[in-house]
């Protein structure tokens, strides 16, 4: 089963695949869609459905897991996450990949058991998960990771109903 990580933002999209197996999950491929803030925020988005599309085109997932926003420090940032994710959700929906969500709250739960854990104790538990010392340099890209991750443990592993 491919498993579509992904950490939603307008100039910066974190994405990740990961393959389960057995017992193990194994990174298949992990990147990041970033946008240019000189071009309008409708050329933006449509960068990062189209991109997103040819990610899904080219790796077929069978499941996707999205960072659901519930609350935001920077209301300056809200607006344009929303809206990345909107256009995130539509080609998810395009291809009929399956959604599940997850608050970052709930991703750090699920991986270090403590939901206000920082980056490090995430980064390390990815690590430690994949059995794999380096990972991407950008924390986009390996909060997608732990999105995927998170979504293996709840919905892989205990063949929870989608919500």
Do not use: W
Not at 45 to 52: N, S, V
Not at 89 to 112: D, G, H, R, S
Not at 141 to 162: E, F, P, Y
């Amino acid at each position: 089963m491919l498993i579509l990580g992904i950490d939603p933002g307008m100039a910066i999209v974190g994405y990740s695949v990961l393959k389960s197996g057995n017992s193990d999950l194994e990174l298949v491929s992990s990147g990041s869609i970033q946008t240019c803030s000189d071009k309008s925020t409708p050329q933006r988005l449509l960068e990062i459905y189209e991109d997103m599309c040819t990610i899904i085109e080219k790796f077929k997932p069978d499941i996707s897991s999205i960072e659901k926003l519930f609350y935001f420090k920077n209301q300056k940032t809200i607006i344009p996450v929303a809206e990345a994710r909107g256009v995130i959700l539509m080609a998810l929906e395009k291809y009929k990949i399956p959604i599940y969500e997850f608050t970052p709250l709930e991703v750090k739960q699920n991986l270090t058991g403590f939901g206000r854990a920082d980056k490090k104790e995430v980064e390390k538990m990815v690590k430690i998960t994949l059995n794999q010392e380096n990972l991407p340099t950008l924390d986009d890209t390996v909060d997608s990771i732990a999105m995927a991750i998170c979504c293996h443990r709840c919905c892989v592993n205990s063949q929870l109903v989608k919500q």
